[in-house]
């Protein structure tokens, strides 16, 4: 019923930048939650950040003031702009919807993952 579609990832050296983006499509009435959570070898997924229907945004300590998340409610898309990358920062990004499909249904899906690798 819906898709998301993640891209932008790749190998940046540190104090580089990205921006990954996630892209929902199908059967969509409304998305009010949007985030970022990442996964490194070895450990559990992490929130990164997430921004509401209103717009108001949440951070991972450790990513306030390199990264951005924004939103294009038109495009039912959601962005992560990634400054400043540590070699930390590296791991698999997955984008997280809450997409509400009518008046009574309303899920969580995710994207397929993109990895995120910062080496010099």
């Known amino acids: 019923q819906v898709q998301l579609v993640e891209s932008g990832g790749g190998l940046v050296q540190p104090g580089g930048s990205l921006r990954l983006s996630c892209a929902a499509s199908?059967?969509?009435?409304?998305?009010?939650?949007m985030g970022w959570y990442r996964q490194a070898p070895g450990k559990q997924r992490e929130l990164v950040a997430d921004?509401?229907?209103?717009?108001?945004?949440n951070y991972a300590d450790s990513v306030k003031g390199r990264f951005t998340i924004s939103r294009d409610n038109a495009k039912n898309t959601v962005y992560l702009q990634m400054s400043s990358l540590k070699p930390e920062d590296t791991a698999v990004y997955y984008c997280?919807?809450?997409?509400?499909?009518?008046?009574?249904?309303?899920?969580?899906?995710w994207g397929q993952g993109t990895q995120v690798t910062v080496s010099s």
């Open positions: 921004i509401r229907s209103g717009g108001s945004t």
């Open positions: 997280n919807l809450r997409v509400r499909l009518d008046i009574l249904r309303e899920y969580d899906y």
């Open positions: 199908g059967s969509i009435l409304s998305i009010n939650r």
